[in-house]
Structure formats: C-alpha cells, structure tokens
C-alpha cells in the first residue's frame, strides 16, 4: 500500500503542462457530459442515462487512459535487454535491463518497478499471474538520463525460493 501511495504521490510531484491540459480537459468533458445528461432528461431518459453513465465511466477510466497516453507520448522511454538469472547455490533471482531515454527532454529520475510472476501457458493465465505476482520491486533512480542516453538497471530478489517458470516485466516511469 505504501508503494501505491508513494508512486502515486512521486506522479504527482512531477506534472508538468501537459498533465494538467489532460486531467483539466478529462473533468471539463466530465461536467459536459453531465450538464448534456441533465439537459436531455425531459426529452428522453433513457439517453440521459446513458451519457450519465458514460460520463462517469469516463471520470473513473479516464485518469489511467490519460497516464498510459502520457507516458508513450510526453515520457517515453524504452526498456531493453531484459535478462533475469536464478542463482542455485542461493536463493536469490537477478534481474538485469537498460532503459533508454527516446524522449527529446532530459530526465532526471526513474521509477523502475519489476515484477516477477508464474509463466503460463495462455494469455488470459498470464494476465491473472499479472495481477498476483510472486515478488515486485520498485526503486527509484535519481540519475540524469539525457536524450538518447541509455542506463544499466540491477535488481536482486533475495530469498526467492520459486522453483518453477517465470516471467519478469519491467515498467519504467522517467520524470
């Protein structure tokens, strides 16, 4: 929960211009789909309910929808090489990548969350093991990372005693 909390708070300490144009027009479209919901409600119900709802639809999805579109476009960043070792002689899981800047704008922190999660043989199982998974990690890196520039990542998942197949996906939110 912590991590929910500090991830949360680390994304909104870093807005910029474009954050704001986003979540302020997300709210506009809001109060328009509701005032629209409230004017058509002697013409037809049904129709006013179905903006209404979409209305609020929209405020509940929409927060993820414009963080996703904002990370691909304003903040991207792209993660490579992505290699993960079991060590037999202890129970410790090594997870290697490189995550490079492919924005024009310099960044100056990284927030790298790994999990680890069971490999399955279909995608609805896989995305199940997702949503559970058998370690997560999340650091911060407070390095300058340039346009272009590439920089190594290293985490290392102590007592990991999974003995089975597993996969490994690593997010990377640079500000």
């Known amino acids: 929960m912590n991590e929910l909390k500090f991830s949360i708070f680390n994304y909104l300490n870093h807005f910029g211009?474009?954050?704001?144009?986003?979540?302020?027009w997300l709210i506009l479209t809001f109060f328009i789909f509701l005032i629209l919901s409230i004017i058509l409600i002697r013409k037809s119900l049904k129709l006013s309910i179905f903006i209404m709802l979409l209305s609020f639809i929209l405020l509940f999805i929409g927060p993820f929808a414009?963080?996703?579109f904002l990370d691909k476009t304003v903040r991207p960043v792209e993660i490579n090489k992505v290699r993960f070792q079991k060590l037999h002689f202890s129970k410790t899981l090594i997870v290697d990548s490189q995550i490079k800047n492919i924005s024009k704008k310099t960044y100056s922190q990284c927030q790298i969350s790994t999990k680890v999660y069971k490999q399955e043989k279909t995608q609805i199982k896989t995305f199940i093991s997702?949503?559970?998974?058998?370690?997560q990690r999340t650091i911060l890196s407070k390095i300058e990372l340039k346009s272009g520039d590439s920089m190594k990542n290293r985490i290392v998942f102590y007592n990991f005693a999974y003995n089975h197949d597993i996969n490994v996906s690593i997010m990377a939110e640079c500000y």
């Open 66 to 68: 414009l963080k996703y």
């Open 17 to 24: 211009p474009y954050d704001y144009i986003a979540y302020i």
């Open 130 to 135: 997702k949503l559970k998974p058998i370690a």
